[in-house]
C-alpha cells in the first residue's frame, strides 16, 4: 500500500515536471500583436489618408500631420526610456490610446482638438513602435532559444508576419472607406463622421486585443521594480545609451536608411497621391492605389521574411527593394506624362506597385537588422530607428509644398543611394569582423 501511495503522490510531480520542460512558443504572442497592429492601423492610416481633404480649413489636416511628426521625433529620444520603465506591453496598450484619441478628435475638428490630439499621438506613437520593436525581437530570441533555432531566421519570420499583416492596413482601410462613402462623392459631415465612429470601434478592438499577449519573462518586470527606485538612474543609463549607439559605427551607417525609409513613405503620402495618381485616376482613384500600394506591401513584407537568414540575405533583399523604388522616381524624373486610356490607368498602378514592394522589404529588412545587431539595445535602437524615420516625414510634410516634384525625386534618389552604400559597407565591416581570426 505504501508503494502505491507514493507512486500516486509522485505521479503530479513527473506532469508538471513535462509542463515545464515543454518549450513555450511565442508564436501566438505574433499572431495577437500582428492583428492588433492591423485593426488599429486600418483604422488611423485611413483617417490620416483623409485629413488633408477632410479638414481643409487653414490647412489644418497638413498642418496636425507636420505637428505629429515632429512630437514623434521628440518624444522617441525618450521613448526607450519609457518602454523600460512601464514594459513593452504596458507601453504597447497605453500607446493605442494616442490613435483613439486622434480619430476621435476628427469628430470635431479644430485648433483646439486636433493640435492637442496630434501632439499627444506623437508620444503614443513613439512609445508603441519602441515597444513594438522591443516586444517582437525578445519573442523571437526567445523562441530560437527555446526551440534551438537561428536567432537571424526566426526574427525575420516574425517580422514578416507582424509587417505583412501591418502592411495591409492600407488595403482594408481604403475598403472600408470605400463602403463607406461609395454614396457620397460631396464629403458630407454626416457620413465622414459614421466613417470615424467606425474607425474608433476598430481601434478600441485592436486595443482589447492588445490586452491578451503575455507579459515579458526576462528584463521588463525586474527593471519596471527598479525603475521605481532608481529613476535617476535610468535617465544616466537613457543618455548613455543614446551616445552609445551614436558612436557605434553600425548604428551610424543604418541612419541613412532610417532617413529613406521615413523619406519614402512621406513620399507616398504627401506626393505620389497627389502629383502622379489623382492627375492620372482623379482623387477616386487614389483609394485603389493605395489598396494596391498596400498589397504589394503585404506580400513582400511576408516573402522577405521567410527569406531572411542574416545580414548577407537583408543586403541582398534591401537592394532590390532600393531598385524597384529607383525605377520609380527614374520613370518620373525622365519620362512620365499623364496619358489617357489603359496604360493611363495601368502606369501609376504599377507605380503604386514597385512602391510597395519597396516599402514592404525596408519595413521588415529594418526590424531584423536592429533586432540581430543590437538585441542587447532594442529599446534604444528600435527608438533611433523612429527618431530618424519621422524626422524624414515632418521634413517632407513641412517643406513639400514649397519644392518641386523634381527636385524632390533627386533628393529621393540621392538618399537611397546614399543608404544602399552605408549597408554595403555595414555587411563588409560585419562579416570581417565575424570571419577575422581571434587573438
Not at 313 to 330: E, K, P
Not at 331 to 357: C, D, E, H, K
Not at 380 to 389: E, R, T
Request: charged fraction near 10%; charge should be negative.
Amino acid at each position: 500500500m505504501e508503494s502505491v501511495d507514493s507512486r500516486d503522490e509522485e505521479a503530479p510531480l513527473v506532469a508538471d515536471s513535462l509542463q515545464v520542460l515543454t518549450p513555450k512558443n511565442y508564436t501566438r504572442d505574433v499572431h495577437i500583436l500582428s492583428c492588433s497592429f492591423l485593426l488599429i492601423f486600418l483604422a488611423y492610416g485611413a483617417a490620416q489618408n483623409l485629413e488633408t481633404t477632410v479638414n481643409t480649413e487653414g490647412n489644418l489636416g497638413t498642418i496636425s500631420l507636420g505637428i505629429l511628426y515632429t512630437s514623434f521625433t521628440c518624444f522617441s529620444l525618450v521613448a526607450s526610456l519609457v518602454v523600460r520603465v512601464l514594459g513593452s506591453k504596458n507601453a504597447l496598450i497605453l500607446g493605442t490610446t494616442g490613435y483613439w484619441l486622434f480619430v476621435a478628435a476628427n469628430l470635431f475638428p479644430s485648433w483646439y482638438t486636433m493640435v492637442p490630439a496630434s501632439l499627444y499621438l506623437g508620444f503614443a506613437a513613439s512609445i508603441i513602435w519602441v515597444g513594438e520593436g522591443t516586444y517582437l525581437t525578445s519573442a523571437a530570441l526567445s523562441h530560437a532559444s527555446n526551440h534551438k533555432l537561428h536567432e537571424g531566421t526566426v526574427i525575420g519570420s516574425f517580422n514578416g508576419e507582424f509587417w505583412g499583416m501591418f502592411a495591409s492596413h492600407q488595403f482594408v482601410g481604403n475598403l472600408i472607406t470605400l463602403a463607406v462613402l461609395k454614396d457620397d462623392k460631396g464629403g458630407s459631415t454626416s457620413s465622414t463622421t459614421l466613417l470615424f465612429i467606425v474607425f474608433l470601434g476598430v481601434i478600441t478592438l485592436g486595443t482589447i486585443l492588445m490586452c491578451f499577449l503575455c507579459r515579458e519573462e526576462d528584463k521588463g518586470e525586474k527593471e519596471t521594480a527598479d525603475a521605481s527606485v532608481n529613476f535617476y538612474s535610468y535617465l544616466v543609463s537613457l543618455s548613455k545609451s543614446i551616445t552609445t549607439l551614436l558612436a557605434d559605427v553600425r548604428m551610424l551607417l543604418i541612419i541613412p536608411l532610417f532617413a529613406y525609409s521615413g523619406l519614402q513613405q512621406a513620399f507616398v503620402w504627401a506626393e505620389f497621391t497627389k502629383e502622379i495618381v489623382t492627375p492620372a485616376l482623379g482623387v477616386s482613384g487614389v483609394g485603389g492605389a493605395m489598396a494596391v500600394y498596400g498589397a504589394f506591401d503585404a506580400i513582400c513584407s511576408l516573402a522577405a521574411g521567410r527569406l531572411t537568414t542574416g545580414l548577407p540575405s537583408i543586403t541582398f533583399i534591401v537592394s532590390g527593394g532600393a531598385i524597384a523604388q529607383v525605377v520609380v522616381f527614374l520613370w518620373i524624373l525622365i519620362n512620365y506624362s499623364v496619358t489617357s486610356g489603359v496604360l493611363g490607368t495601368l502606369y501609376p498602378l504599377i507605380m503604386a506597385a514597385l512602391l510597395g514592394i519597396g516599402d514592404g522589404v525596408l519595413n521588415t529588412q529594418l526590424s531584423a537588422l536592429l533586432g540581430i545587431l543590437f538585441k542587447h539595445d532594442t529599446e534604444g535602437a528600435f527608438a533611433q530607428l523612429k527618431v530618424w524615420q519621422c524626422a524624414s516625414i515632418a521634413v517632407v510634410f513641412f517643406i513639400g509644398p514649397y519644392i518641386s516634384l523634381q527636385a524632390m525625386l533627386i533628393v529621393m534618389v540621392v538618399g537611397i543611394c546614399v543608404a544602399l552604400v552605408g549597408i554595403l559597407f555595414l555587411t563588409i565591416q560585419v562579416e570581417k569582423a565575424f570571419y577575422s581570426p581571434r587573438s
